[in-house]
């Protein structure tokens, strides 16, 4: 079975502190992708990153960084020097192949987090 | 610029009453999806579709039905069966396979009284 696990469900910060969401899933697949979203207020879902389960390198992308460790089923995400913009629900999720050609997404419970000023 | 549209943003209903959400994307994807978000329940599949005239259910689709007519367009019926339809209900749409992930709409916040 598929599953997204973000054990974290609320995180509260103070501005231009570094943080980490936590990412753990399942998957009996050897391919499969995985994702960040973030919900901000507005309940729009944008795109953060696709990570491919071939491609252990992490990524950055200025204050956002990404750990994707295969050994530990894990695919974190650290924001460095939040900023109250940061404050958001943000959404783990796998792509895995359902059948046919088709891949689907499953998504973790997300996280809030919270950056006060 | 291509996106997806959800309209109306917030629905009001009275319980035992059907209701239709909309979802309208000019990205060109064939693969269009609803889903439902609770308070800390994450995000949960209730319809997608592939192709236009063709749609399967997801992981909690009783209660609700679809249809896709347009290849542009995924309306989403919430019926009456469906025993706490108050939610928030987003729609996504991807390529065929999914395989580069979802683009989402703006969701609509549906209530019903």
């Known amino acids: 079975a598929q599953k997204v696990t973000q054990a974290q469900t609320e995180i509260s910060v103070v501005e231009k502190e570094d943080v980490t969401l936590d990412c753990v899933y399942e998957t009996r697949d050897t391919t499969y992708y995985l994702f960040w979203y973030k919900q901000p207020p507005s309940g729009e879902l944008v795109f953060l990153i696709r990570?491919?389960?071939?491609?252990?390198q992490n990524e950055i992308s200025g204050r956002y960084s990404w750990n994707f460790q295969k050994s530990t089923s894990s695919f974190n995400f650290t924001i460095t020097a939040s900023q109250v913009v940061d404050s958001a629900v943000y959404f783990c999720?796998?792509?895995?192949?359902?059948?046919?050609?088709?891949?689907?997404?499953?998504f973790g419970k997300g996280t809030l987090l919270t950056v006060n000023p | 610029d291509g996106g997806i549209t959800q309209s109306p943003k917030y629905l009001f209903r009275k319980e035992g009453q059907n209701v239709t959400l909309s979802c309208e994307q000019n990205l060109n994807h064939d693969a269009m999806y609803w889903y439902r978000q609770d308070p800390g329940q994450g995000l949960r599949l209730i319809y997608y579709s592939q192709i236009v005239n063709d749609f399967q259910k997801g992981d909690i689709a009783e209660g609700y039905s679809v249809s896709r007519e347009k290849k542009e367009s995924f309306p989403l019926t919430v019926t009456s069966a469906q025993k706490n339809p108050t939610a928030f209900y987003l729609c996504?749409?991807?390529?065929?396979?999914?395989?580069?992930?979802?683009?989402f709409g703006s969701g609509t916040r549906l209530t019903v009284v």
């Open positions: 999720a796998l792509s895995y192949h359902s059948g046919g050609s088709n891949y689907k997404l499953t």
């Open positions: 990570r491919n389960s071939f491609d252990e």
């Open positions: 996504a749409s991807s390529t065929w396979t999914g395989i580069d992930g979802y683009t």
